[in-house]
């Protein structure tokens, strides 16, 4: 087995386990913010797994978040889905984000913020 860590839920090596974060006080995240995050790869890279608005060429690994508001979804699911989504669904691919320190808690604010936004 390799040294390297993979994103498998099975590899449990040296990662922490699900944090569950309530989300304190309102949202108060920046949509615009939250778009430039989501698209930068060096960052949340959400569309390398998912289909974003103005994306020339989606991911297909996670769920399109094309009209993801019309799911009405609470801001706090959103929040702690980006957060750690392990803590609601511990079979996941998508990487604990806020909990391993990957995005800021105002990153992951500004994130879900977008999300909440597209209709």
């Not at 989300?23 to 920046?30: F, T």
């Not at 790869?41 to 996670?62: E, I, K, R, S």
């Not at 609470?74 to 990957?102: C, H, K, W």
Request: net charge positive; with cysteine; aromatic share 6%.
């Amino acid at each position: 087995m390799s040294k390297w860590l993979t994103r498998s839920h099975l590899d449990t090596r040296g990662v922490q386990p699900p944090v569950k974060k309530k989300l304190e006080g309102p949202l108060n995240g920046n949509p615009e913010e939250g778009k430039k995050i989501a698209m930068n790869t060096g960052a949340g890279n959400c569309w390398a797994c998912h289909a974003l608005p103005g994306d020339a060429q989606p991911g297909n690994q996670g769920p399109s978040l094309i009209d993801f508001a019309k799911r009405g979804l609470s801001d706090e699911e959103v929040y702690q889905t980006i957060y750690d989504r392990r803590s609601v669904n511990p079979m996941t691919a998508m990487p604990p984000f806020g909990a391993l320190g990957t995005l800021t808690d105002q990153q992951v604010r500004d994130i879900a913020a977008y999300l909440q936004s597209l209709k």
